[in-house]
């Protein structure tokens, strides 16, 4: 699974980090309202280590986890970031 994932919030959207993956071919980016999940897909096939999810309402929590995918299928999740939207 990946490590490291960050959060940070910045004006009606919130810029997302995390560690690379050995063996990884893609990411996915999913989103909660709640912490704990449960969460959505909002970004898939990303090969970045960043993401930047935008639009979002000012003032609101969001809760985020990332999984790593390749042939062998999709990883578990990664740690729990959260930010607010400004």
């Known amino acids: ?3 490291g994932l960050t959060a940070s919030g910045a004006k009606k959207k919130i810029n997302l980090s995390w560690s690379a993956t050995t063996g ?3 990411y996915n980016v999913k989103r909660a309202t709640v912490s704990g999940g449960p969460y959505t897909a ?3 096939g990303l090969t970045a280590t960043s993401y ?3 639009g979002l309402q000012t003032g609101a929590t969001y809760y ?3 999984t790593a995918v390749n042939a062998a299928g999709e990883s578990a999740p990664s740690n ?3 930010a607010k939207a400004k």
Do not use: E, R
Request: glycine share 0%; aromatic share 6%.
């Open 80 to 82: 729990q970031a959260s």
């Open 24 to 26: 990884a071919a893609s």
């Open 52 to 54: 930047a999810n935008t």
């Open 42 to 44: 909002i970004a898939s």
């Open 64 to 66: 985020y986890v990332v």
């Open 1 to 3: 699974a990946p490590t």
